[in-house]
């Protein structure tokens, strides 16, 4: 993919107001650490992730993302009535149907000639529509679109918390299987992208590559089954071990084509964003991208990992806390499970 009229004129995010630690997380499943002789702070010495974030109890998906939309058009003052497109791109949506993009829509008060859809594919979700939302601006379709997600972590990890606790039959290879749903936290995120010939800020939207293994599309899976744990929160099962390698293998592949495609060597990246899953993910991507971590922004310290919303709520606030300059190549290194990956490459003009 290659592009020359769309700009990602702003990112922008929404963080949860409630804090809760890995120790917390360690203090409600003492019984099962006392059970399987498992060490108190295992939980942030594997991952790096010292907290997460959860909103309130009961808050929808498409109500947070609409908060985070408006914030991101007040905040560009972008004439609202230019957007052809609103995608919600989360995993976590308000219903099966409508469309959670359409209460969105609704109370963000876009233009009814605008196309309005749901767009779920893991951890990739946003990263996915915006290149929909890029391909509609490239062949003059639309004029601007808005890509936006809000990911809700606190199911799943208090229903994994009750499962674990709960299950007379519980072996230490369950306890494995559950340990990264322990990882998910909470976050929003919102990327307006346009025609060149509408932004105010010359960020380009360079290209990128897409790329899939989807034989390794068990190694992580999540849903509802009620049945199993007599309720309807969400549980997930993951192969860590064997989805970093799978996943960071996936990674190198994606990264030396994107290289390709926009024409880039390593020493042309200025500043690089990724899916924030945890310390030794981090740690082995960087090692075969051949890229300086000193080049990445994280957040997976203090935010968990925030599903589709990672990357570009990383990005927004790695943005506002300065560590893009005018004239950066910044390198989008998105990674889902399927398995997935989508990275793309982009000017910042910095306006």
């Known amino acids: 993919m290659r592009y020359q009229h769309v700009c990602v004129e702003a990112f922008a995010y929404s963080l949860p107001p409630h804090v809760v630690t890995s120790a917390e997380i360690e203090a409600r499943l003492a019984p099962v650490y006392d059970r399987f002789h498992l060490p108190a702070g295992r939980l942030e010495l594997m991952t790096g992730i010292h907290e997460r974030r959860f909103w309130d109890r009961g808050v929808l998906p498409g109500t947070i993302s609409s908060q985070t939309g408006e914030r991101l058009l007040d905040a ?20 099966l149907e409508p469309a959670t993009a359409s209460g969105v829509h609704h109370a963000l008060n876009l233009p009814g000639s605008a196309l309005v859809l749901d767009v779920s594919n893991a951890c990739l979700g946003i990263l996915n529509g915006m290149i929909l939302a890029a391909n509609m601006i490239e062949l003059g379709q639309i004029r601007a679109a808005l890509v936006v997600g809000t990911e809700m972590g606190r ?16 072996t230490k290879q369950d306890v ?24 105010q800020t010359g960020n380009r939207l360079l ?26 929160r969400p549980r997930m099962q993951t192969d860590s071990e064997a989805l970093l390698h799978a996943g960071v293998g996936l990674a190198a592949q994606t990264w030396e084509a994107t290289k390709k495609v926009l024409g880039w060597t390593n020493a042309d990246v200025q500043r690089t964003f990724t899916h924030q899953v945890g310390r030794a993910h981090r740690k082995l991507l960087y090692e075969k991208l051949g890229l300086d971590t000193k080049l990445d922004f994280a957040t997976v310290e203090f935010l ?4 589709a919303a990672a990357l570009p709520l990383t990005a927004a606030l790695g943005i506002e806390r300065g560590h893009v300059a005018a004239g950066d190549n910044l390198a989008l290194l998105g990674i889902g499970s399927g398995l997935n990956s989508l990275m793309l490459g982009i000017h910042w003009g910095g306006s």
């Open 76 to 95: 560009t003052r972008f004439d609202r009535q230019h957007i052809g497109c609103l995608i919600h791109g989360s995993v976590c949506r308000d219903q």
């Open 155 to 170: 199911d799943l990890v208090e229903g994994t918390i009750d499962s674990l606790l709960n299950d007379p039959r519980l």
């Open 176 to 199: 494995k299987l559950a340990f990264a749903s322990l990882t998910i936290g909470s976050g929003s995120a919102a990327v307006l992208l346009c025609d060149r010939k509408l932004s």
């Open 207 to 232: 290209g990128g590559v897409f790329q899939a293994d989807t034989s390794a599309h068990e190694l992580c899976a999540g849903g509802v089954a009620s049945h199993t744990h007599g309720d309807d």
């Open 304 to 307: 968990g990992n925030t599903g």
